[in-house]
């Protein structure tokens, strides 16, 4: 499925999720639905990753910028002068400099990973950390492995159950509804996922669509969102919402 089909299915999963637990239309838990569905196509190989981090050089000079903006920052904090920190930033810049474009596309990724990591664990928000591992490791992974994977899953409920406790509504369910929905729409390729990687490595899933078939994508896009509208009208949460349309921000 492409990347679009990814954002849609992620919206309406999230939609469903939220209308199916708080009974009304909850845009924060929808939009982090629509950004979790995209977090398993982070692997190698994937369109998502390499929409990106794009362009090399764009790539490199970002490399160069942050560690500029950094060094900077610091200097306006002269009180961190003499910190390890300035050492750091000065060391990105070099480093961006002098290395070629693949390799700073990969330490780009990482030197990000590592600033969203440190903030987690400086302030104890180890959620912070956990997500920047997965920044971080994603991009190793073979394309539709272990970011595809029951345990990914498994890895990203305790991301987002820390997401949800340090007061961030709606990110469990929604965050959850949107990695979920990443993975089922795959199992519809002709591919499948390697939903138990690397335990088993074997492709799961429905496999009924090529990557080509654009129509059959919408399609099984558009018979999920029926599907979902149906159930919420067996369920009686339809009715709810058109009779009391509550939009909770
Ligand atoms: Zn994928």
Do not use: C
């Amino acid at each position: 499925m492409n990347g679009l089909g990814h954002t849609v299915m992620g919206a309406s999963f999230g939609a469903f999720a939220s209308v199916m637990t708080t009974g009304a239309i909850d845009l924060q838990m929808i939009a982090i639905s629509t950004i979790s569905a995209s977090f398993a196509d982070f692997d190698t190989g994937s369109k998502v990753r390499n929409k990106l981090s794009g362009n090399p050089l764009r790539t490199k000079i970002a490399l160069i910028a942050t560690g500029l903006a950094s060094t900077v920052y610091h200097f306006l904090h002269s009180y961190s002068l003499t910190s390890f920190s300035v050492l750091a930033s000065m060391t990105i810049v070099i480093v961006g400099l002098f290395m070629n474009h693949r390799q700073a596309k990969k330490t780009f990724i990482h030197v990000i990973a590592s600033v969203i990591g440190f903030t987690g664990l400086y302030y104890h928000q180890y959620w912070v950390t956990g997500l920047a591992i997965f920044i971080a490791l994603a991009p190793h992974a073979a394309h539709r492995t272990w970011t595809h994977s029951i345990w990914a899953l498994i890895a990203m409920y305790f991301i987002f159950d820390g997401a949800q406790e340090a007061g961030v509504k709606g990110a469990l369910i929604g965050g959850m509804a949107g990695y979920v929905s990443h993975i089922v729409a795959d199992m519809f390729t002709v591919n499948g996922v390697k939903l138990f990687y690397p335990l088993i490595d074997k492709n799961f899933g429905f496999k009924i669509m090529h990557s080509n078939q654009l129509w059959l994508q919408w399609g099984i896009i558009g018979a999920t969102i029926v599907a979902f509208l149906g159930i919420l009208f067996i369920t009686g949460k339809l009715d709810a919402i058109l009779n009391h349309p509550v939009i909770r921000v």
